[in-house]
């Protein structure tokens, strides 16, 4: 319980401080497998050398970090090692996402992803990181892939809106 308040003090400076803050977002992993955390910064970096990335878990301990626009696995804790890895090629867009692989139980849990950008801001993401078995059916990557429900969600509004153009195009009614 003294581990869960403290991981609300330590983000709630954050909150605060950031001039970019986003809802959290939830990624579900499988044991064994490997999951994307997602953290980009809306205002893509001038120069790549003038970033500086932290990512974080709940207990404080350095999961990755991109000091000056390069990797830097010096001080990042062992439960991470040779595990995490970033998109180098997607730092230009603003993206520093990282990769964790042979996912365990140990790894639920919150992500903080920490973008400083000198001369510039701080900004804050949250991602939970919710780890299942493995079933038979599914893959390790299955992990990443959209959930059911957005997927009906948007075939359903696509259909909404063709029906809605059909109505509109036989009344004779043109928006």
């Not at 983000?11 to 809802?23: D, R």
């Not at 830097?72 to 998109?87: A, L, T």
């Not at 009906?152 to 063709?162: A, Y």
């Not at 059909?166 to 043109?174: E, I």
């Amino acid at each position: 319980m003294m581990e869960i308040r403290w991981s609300i003090f330590f983000f709630l400076p954050v909150f605060v401080t950031a001039s970019e803050v986003s809802l959290q977002e939830t990624v579900e992993g499988f044991i064994g497998g490997s999951a994307v955390l997602p953290c980009s910064s809306e205002k893509p970096p001038i120069t790549i050398q003038d970033i500086t990335v932290r990512w974080r878990n709940k207990y404080d301990k350095i999961v990755y970090e991109i000091i000056d626009g390069q990797v830097s696995v010096e001080e990042q804790d062992q439960q991470y090692k040779n595990r995490v890895e970033s998109f180098p090629e997607e730092y230009k867009r603003g993206d520093f996402s990282i990769k964790l692989y042979n996912l365990q139980h140990t790894d639920a849990g919150l992500y903080g992803c920490y973008i400083f950008m000198k001369k510039e801001s701080v900004v804050f993401r949250s991602v939970e990181l919710l780890i299942k078995e493995k079933s038979e059916k599914q893959i390790p990557s299955e992990g990443t892939k959209p959930r059911p429900e957005m997927t009906v969600m948007i075939i359903s509004i696509l259909f909404i809106g063709i029906i809605s153009s059909l109505a509109n195009s036989v009344t004779g009614v043109s928006t």
